[in-house]
């Protein structure tokens, strides 16, 4: 059951969200504690009609391999912060794999093991989108370090057994709707948790933000 954090800035006032439901909600916070914004809403400016044009729902690419409990630090690590946006991208991995940032070309796939993205709430999936990559699929991702892919529309597949399937330089193709991944080198697929049509829609407008904007709730 996932939960909802309620007013006022009170660590344990949290409830069910089948506690509040029907409730009207005129402001939220939309992102993580290292990096949210207030978001006013407005229902009357409400568009339902959503876009998928956004997502490329089949993709096909290089794979680079990576392994087991891969955290944020490596992703987004500390020296990234003080460096400008532009240069943070050459940072992705900088400690246990020097340069790699150097050789990852656009529509690139990243494969994973198990854990992906544990650690804390650094928006390691921008730098990942930023970097080129199409997307990733892993063993299994970190909670958080899923939703951030998902808000910062970087798509992330999980998939059991996925970094098994690969050999770094082997060609993927993953259907993130169907949530399919095979190696055309092997012929082998695996299918994992396809995306549902809610992250489908983040993913398609470019990230939370940029949907919440199409749909009249922010400027």
Request: hydrophobic share 35%.
């Amino acid at each position: 059951m996932p939960y909802v954090a309620l007013p006022h800035y009170i660590p344990n006032n949290c409830c069910p969200v089948a506690d509040v439901e029907g409730t009207e909600i005129h402001q939220v916070l939309v992102g993580s504690c290292s990096n949210c914004r207030r978001v006013c809403i407005d229902r009357q400016n409400y568009r339902s009609q959503r876009i998928f044009g956004g997502l490329n729902v089949k993709i096909k690419g290089r794979v680079w391999v990576f392994g087991d409990e891969i955290n944020t630090d490596l992703i987004f690590p500390h020296s990234a912060f003080r460096v400008p946006p532009e240069e943070q991208v050459k940072l992705v991995f900088s400690d246990n794999r020097p340069g790699w940032s150097s050789l990852v070309k656009p529509g690139d796939i990243l494969i994973a093991g198990k854990n992906f993205g544990t650690g804390s709430s650094r928006p390691g999936a921008i730098l990942l989108r930023r970097l080129g990559l199409a997307c990733m699929a892993a063993d299994s991702i970190n909670g958080l370090f899923y939703r951030n892919a998902i808000s910062y529309g970087f798509p992330a597949l999980q998939c059991p057994g996925v970094s098994k399937m690969f050999e770094e330089g082997d060609t993927a193709e993953i259907d993130m709707l169907e949530g399919t991944v095979t190696n055309l080198r092997t012929g082998e697929t695996r299918v994992g948790n396809k995306l549902s049509k809610l992250m489908a829609e983040i993913i398609s407008a470019g990230g939370i933000e940029e949907l919440l904007i199409q749909e009249g709730y922010m400027d």
